[in-house]
């Protein structure tokens, strides 16, 4: 059994403009150990994915139907007292962003050794020293000394170490990495990737890392699910989705990524503008934006399609690859 499944899950915000479907329907399982890539452009509802699990959506949002379940135990309408022994806990999650995430008015040691009452059953003294060794973990130099800073003396590849030291202080099971490292820069974004990498071996825990950079996956993750406009439109092992693309969005995706090969060549963005998920197509999502877009795209919605073993795809191109060899053998 799966360490985490997510079935059919459906989650929506409810605005005066009507419903808005963020999360439309996804399943995928977590493994033990196993890193998850969630990769997708802004909108494509990765970040409310990994809210919905740990139940920490906006007062307008509601899971309407779907199952999330943790070790068996199920999630959705579980009841706050049931998710504050998960949260932090059993499932951490580092947000998107460093600067804002951090209490401006507590310090580092204050905000660290308050996840870690809040969490487990050791005292102040031990607390303190934990979140001195969780420092120390993460490569943050003077611990000590930082512990009586405030996130202000702080820079930010140094804060996303300490968000990442508050998530892991209480060694969970499966760490969230919401864009972990989208403000920072070129060098501090592989230094705190490399910590991820060296941490992820070291406790063996699962991890989920939201991104829409293909090159922290490539790096990272063992698999990858694609998302679009809510839904899953690929899904499967990292070296499938990267060498045997196919769904039409994550050919566009990995056009878009620049590499050696086209060193001096003009990049190939994907044209037009993300749906709008208030007026939602009939057909495939990504059908107005598809340069391979055939009549059907437009009216009817692709289910998934197995390819083999280790990769499946939403996407009518593969339907019709598969009846042109059938008519062909």
Same mark, same amino acid.
């Given at each position: 059994?799966?360490?985490?499944?997510? %079935?059919?899950?459906?989650?929506?915000?409810?605005?005066?403009? /009507?419903?808005?479907?963020?999360?439309?329907? #996804?399943?995928?399982?977590?493994?033990?150990?196993?890193?998850?890539?969630?990769?997708?452009?802004?909108?494509?509802?990765?970040?409310?994915?990994?809210?919905?699990?740990?139940?920490?959506?906006?007062?307008?949002?509601?899971?309407?139907?779907?199952?999330?379940?943790? %070790?068996?135990?199920?999630?959705?309408?579980?009841?706050?007292?049931?998710?504050?022994?998960? %949260?932090?806990?059993?499932?951490? #999650?580092?947000?998107?962003?460093?600067?804002?995430?951090?209490?401006?008015?507590?310090?580092?040691?204050?905000?660290?050794?308050?996840?870690?009452?809040?969490?487990?059953?050791?005292?102040?003294?031990?607390?303190?020293?934990?979140?001195?060794?969780?420092?120390?973990?993460?490569?943050?130099?003077?611990?000590?000394?930082?512990?009586?800073?405030?996130?202000?003396?702080?820079?930010?590849?140094?804060?996303?170490?300490?968000?990442?030291?508050?998530?892991?202080?209480?060694?969970?099971?499966?760490?969230?990495?919401?864009?972990?490292?989208?403000?920072?820069?070129?060098?501090?974004?592989?230094?705190?990737?490399?910590?991820?990498?060296?941490?992820?071996?070291?406790?063996?825990?699962?991890?989920?890392? *939201? =991104?829409?950079?293909? /090159?922290?996956?490539?790096?990272?993750?063992?698999?990858?699910?694609?998302?679009?406009?809510?839904?899953?439109?690929?899904?499967?092992?990292?070296?499938? #989705?990267?060498? @045997?693309?196919?769904?039409?969005? =994550?050919?566009?995706?990995?056009?878009? *990524?620049?590499?050696?090969?086209?060193?001096?060549? %003009?990049?190939?963005?994907?044209?037009?503008?993300?749906?709008?998920?208030? @007026?939602?197509?009939?057909?495939?999502?990504?059908?107005?934006?598809?340069?391979?877009?055939?009549?059907?795209?437009?009216?009817?919605?692709?289910?998934?399609?197995?390819? @083999?073993?280790?990769?499946?795809?939403?996407?009518?191109?593969?339907?019709?690859?598969?009846?042109?060899?059938?008519? /062909?053998?």
């Amino acid at each position: 059994m799966s360490m985490l499944e997510v %079935r059919d899950l459906h989650t929506s915000f409810f605005t005066d403009a /009507g419903e808005v479907k963020a999360v439309n329907g #996804i399943s995928f399982d977590l493994d033990e150990g196993k890193v998850l890539g969630i990769v997708g452009e802004s909108g494509s509802g990765k970040s409310v994915t990994a809210y919905s699990i740990l139940q920490i959506l906006a007062s307008s949002g509601k899971i309407v139907s779907g199952s999330v379940k943790f %070790r068996g135990t199920e999630l959705v309408n579980s009841g706050e007292k049931v998710m504050k022994t998960i %949260r932090g806990n059993k499932i951490s #999650i580092i947000f998107q962003d460093p600067m804002t995430s951090l209490n401006p008015t507590y310090t580092i040691g204050h905000q660290l050794m308050e996840a870690i009452l809040l969490h487990t059953d050791r005292n102040k003294e031990q607390a303190r020293e934990r979140a001195l060794e969780m420092l120390k973990l993460v490569n943050v130099n003077e611990p000590e000394k930082r512990l009586k800073q405030y996130p202000y003396e702080f820079s930010g590849g140094m804060r996303q170490r300490v968000m990442i030291a508050m998530a892991l202080a209480c060694e969970p099971d499966i760490l969230i990495a919401d864009e972990p490292t989208t403000a920072l820069d070129v060098t501090i974004q592989a230094q705190i990737l490399e910590l991820m990498k060296q941490l992820q071996k070291e406790l063996g825990m699962a991890i989920i890392m *939201i =991104t829409h950079d293909l /090159g922290v996956v490539a790096q990272l993750c063992d698999e990858v699910i694609v998302m679009y406009a809510g839904s899953i439109c690929e899904q499967g092992t990292a070296d499938e #989705i990267f060498y @045997n693309p196919a769904h039409e969005y =994550t050919k566009g995706l990995l056009r878009s *990524i620049p590499t050696e090969k086209t060193s001096g060549e %003009r990049l190939r963005p994907i044209s037009g503008t993300p749906i709008d998920l208030l @007026n939602m197509p009939k057909g495939c999502a990504f059908a107005p934006r598809c340069e391979a877009a055939m009549k059907i795209c437009l009216r009817e919605r692709c289910q998934r399609m197995q390819l @083999n073993d280790d990769h499946a795809a939403a996407c009518w191109m593969n339907v019709k690859a598969e009846a042109e060899k059938g008519g /062909g053998e």
